[in-house]
């Protein structure tokens, strides 16, 4: 098992930026972001392998930037132009493999 451990989180007005970091126990070919809204399912909104191709949720391409750091076993989620509709709870995670789930990291958008 991967040990992730995600923070950045917080409460930012429509608009704003926040910017998050998943340290991971070893380094991964694939991670992604996911988010899990309350009375919603979890929904991956980002992915970058270790090449740095990444993808991304129509939801929040243009808005989102997925990063990594190879050596310091770190990806990393830029949130720009943040919305109401982006409030969640925020995990990094395996793409493509089963993995235990961090405690996550709340993000509190405000209108």
């Known amino acids: 098992q991967v040990q992730l451990v995600e923070s950045g989180g917080g409460l930012v007005q429509a608009g704003g930026s926040l910017r998050l970091s998943c340290a991971a126990s070893?380094?991964?070919?694939?991670m992604g972001w996911y988010r899990q809204a309350p009375g919603k399912q979890r929904d991956l909104v980002a992915t970058i392998n270790r090449s740095g191709s990444t993808d991304y949720a129509d939801s929040v391409k243009g808005r989102f930037t997925i990063s990594r750091d190879n050596a310091r076993n770190t990806v990393y989620l830029q949130m720009n132009s943040l919305k109401p509709d982006d409030t969640a709870v925020y995990y990094c995670?395996?793409?493509?493999?089963?993995?235990?789930w961090g405690k996550g990291t709340l993000v509190t958008v405000s209108s």
């Open positions: 070893w380094s991964i070919n694939t």
């Open positions: 995670n395996l793409v493509g493999a089963k993995n235990d």
